[in-house]
């Protein structure tokens, strides 16, 4: 069965230091891998996926993600965080029976000014 | 354009009422999800349309929760005899077959 493991409830940062999110992933075949965010009393906002090809994945609002099959992680990064970055941050896997996304269980992103 | 909608934003609700939410995909989507997030249980699959293939069911938690999408369109995700338990955040996604779903905005359901 597919599942992904967010190992973070929380990650601080002071504002304009680079960030990381951490995320590995169990799969049964070719991953098919999201990074979604949340903010307050919102819905998910797609980030990025990685689907195929360059391991490196560049998304919006200035997130990257790095696949790396051999530690079967999908870390999600940014070079310079904003006080604006600080939200719930979600990576998802897809099912490949069902097509569903399964979900981590979300770390919070704290950006300190 | 116009992303995926839900309706009420909002609703509350007495134990034992009967509650239907509703969701409007982005037009020309054929995919369509319903996913649950709670405090204990995470985000949840529920249920997932796809054009007119009979629609996986596998992630409902019981014969209270039911879904239909009329049209290849809306869908409405109604839950019979609300428990306190059914307290949540409903998430409709939709999808073109690009593989991402995008989400709309939820509806939070509160039992009392």
């Known amino acids: 069965a597919q599942s992904v493991a967010q190992p973070e409830d929380q990650v601080n940062v002071a504002e304009g230091n680079p960030l990381t999110v951490k995320c590995t992933y169990s799969v049964s075949g070719n991953p098919y891998l999201f990074w979604y965010v949340q903010y307050p009393n919102r819905g998910l906002q797609f980030l990025l996926k990685?689907?195929?090809?360059?391991?490196l994945v560049k998304g919006s609002y200035g997130f990257e993600a790095e696949f790396n099959k051999s530690q079967t992680s999908f870390h999600l990064k940014k070079p310079s965080a904003l006080v604006s970055d600080s939200a719930l941050y979600f990576c998802?896997?897809?099912?490949?029976?069902?097509?569903?996304?399964?979900f981590g269980t979300g770390t919070r992103l704290q950006v300190f000014p | 354009g116009a992303g995926v909608s839900q309706s009420p934003s909002n609703k509350v609700t007495e134990k034992g009422k009967d509650v239907e939410l509703r969701c409007d995909p982005i037009?020309?989507?054929?995919?369509l999800y319903w996913y649950r997030q709670s405090l204990g249980q995470g985000l949840e699959f529920l249920i997932y349309f796809q054009g007119n293939s009979a629609p996986d069911k596998s992630g409902l938690p019981s014969d209270r929760f039911s879904a239909e999408r009329t049209g290849g369109s809306v869908s409405t995700l109604t839950i019979q005899r609300t428990q306190q338990e059914d307290s949540a955040v409903y998430l409709c996604a939709s999808s073109s077959g690009d593989d991402t779903q995008y989400f709309g905005p939820g509806t939070r359901l509160t039992v009392l």
């Open positions: 990685y689907i195929t090809g360059d391991n």
């Open positions: 998802a896997v897809r099912d490949w029976d069902t097509d569903k996304l399964i």
């Open positions: 037009s020309g989507h054929t995919a």
